[in-house]
């Protein structure tokens, strides 16, 4: 069985920092890429960041860029999302997702395997 587990959300200020970390199993997590969505109350899920199985290639969403770095541990099957400067509006529940045998993937519906979510919460 394929598992996707998020973890590290929180309530911090704005201006703050703060790492999300996404373990998985059940898959050849070198050969897989990895995903970061948000979804905010009210509003369709957002692209965060996408990176590469094996290259660590990644690409992220226009309004995260210059403050969000993702990476990955090939060893511990996990993926982070390294968040710096956050702002209000970046409230939201922050969802990892897994596409087995893919690179880089902006688009959810390409995402086969789903995280709960962990919620991150920044005050003004």
């Known amino acids: 069985q394929v598992q996707v587990a998020e973890s590290g959300g929180g309530l911090v200020q704005a201006g703050d920092s703060l790492r999300l970390s996404c373990r998985v199993s059940?898959?050849?997590?070198?050969?897989?890429?990895m995903g970061w969505f948000r979804q905010a109350p009210g509003k369709e899920r957002e692209f965060v960041a996408a990176i590469t199985g094996r290259s660590g290639a990644s690409r992220y969403g226009d309004s995260v860029k210059g403050r969000f770095t993702v990476s990955r541990d090939n060893v511990a099957n996990t993926v982070y999302l390294q968040m710096h400067n956050l702002k209000p509006e970046d409230t939201a529940i922050y969802y990892c997702a897994a596409a087995p045998g893919r690179f880089l993937v902006v688009a959810d519906a390409e995402y086969e395997y789903w995280g709960q979510g962990t919620q991150v919460t920044v005050s003004s």
């Open positions: 059940g898959v050849s997590f070198h050969q897989t890429g």
